[in-house]
């Protein structure tokens, strides 16, 4: 396996599956992961449409895994996004990182969370309850803020 695994797919994650995988085998000192799930929004939401640009998606999260990878001398990284019709309480995205020392592991992470989040051509739009399609959501200067604090670290 590569250092940096990067999928882009419609189907389900099988969260077991994606940590078992990264379970440490004796070379890592540290495995951090973080899944991201679709929120209802107070009741109001069905599913969250998730749109992205086929092939620009995978280059642009390979980009920031290589970068997380080299950045903080990374033993695995893999990064897993969901594209389509997603439910609230089903996962969006996962992170794993591993690596000699859980401070690297911790950080890449989230680099690679923030960068994920503003960076790669993803367009989300709320589908309600009502059955009506809501509008197209907007990015948040909070996460832009989040990017950031990287290029100052």
Same mark, same amino acid.
């Given at each position: 396996?590569? +250092?940096?695994?990067?999928?882009?797919?419609?189907?389900? &994650?099988?969260?077991?599956?994606? #940590?078992?995988?990264?379970?440490?085998?004796? *070379?890592?000192?540290?495995?951090?992961?973080?899944?991201?799930?679709?929120?209802? =929004?107070?009741?109001?939401?069905?599913?969250? !449409?998730? =749109?992205?640009?086929?092939? #620009?998606? !995978?280059?642009? &999260?390979?980009? /920031?895994?290589?970068?997380?990878? =080299?950045?903080?001398?990374?033993? +695995?990284?893999?990064? /897993?996004?969901?594209?389509?019709? /997603?439910?609230?309480?089903?996962? /969006?995205?996962?992170?794993?990182?591993?690596?000699?020392?859980?401070?690297?592991?911790?950080?890449?992470?989230?680099?690679?969370?923030?960068?994920?989040?503003?960076?790669?051509?993803? $367009?989300?739009?709320?589908?309600?309850?009502?059955?009506? &399609?809501?509008? $197209?959501?907007?990015?948040? *200067?909070? *996460?832009?803020?989040?990017?950031?604090?990287?290029?100052?670290?």
């Amino acid at each position: 396996m590569d +250092r940096a695994s990067v999928s882009v797919r419609p189907e389900r &994650i099988d969260l077991a599956a994606e #940590m078992a995988r990264f379970a440490p085998d004796g *070379d890592a000192g540290a495995v951090v992961t973080f899944t991201g799930y679709c929120r209802d =929004e107070a009741g109001r939401l069905s599913a969250l !449409e998730l =749109e992205h640009y086929p092939g #620009m998606a !995978e280059r642009e &999260i390979a980009r /920031i895994a290589g970068e997380a990878v =080299e950045r903080w001398s990374l033993l +695995r990284l893999c990064c /897993i996004h969901r594209h389509g019709l /997603i439910r609230p309480g089903e996962e /969006i995205v996962f992170v794993a990182a591993a690596s000699l020392h859980r401070g690297a592991a911790f950080e890449a992470a989230s680099f690679v969370m923030d960068f994920m989040k503003t960076r790669a051509p993803f $367009w989300k739009r709320e589908h309600l309850v009502d059955g009506t &399609i809501g509008g $197209w959501v907007a990015a948040k *200067d909070t *996460d832009d803020a989040a990017t950031d604090r990287w290029h100052r670290l």
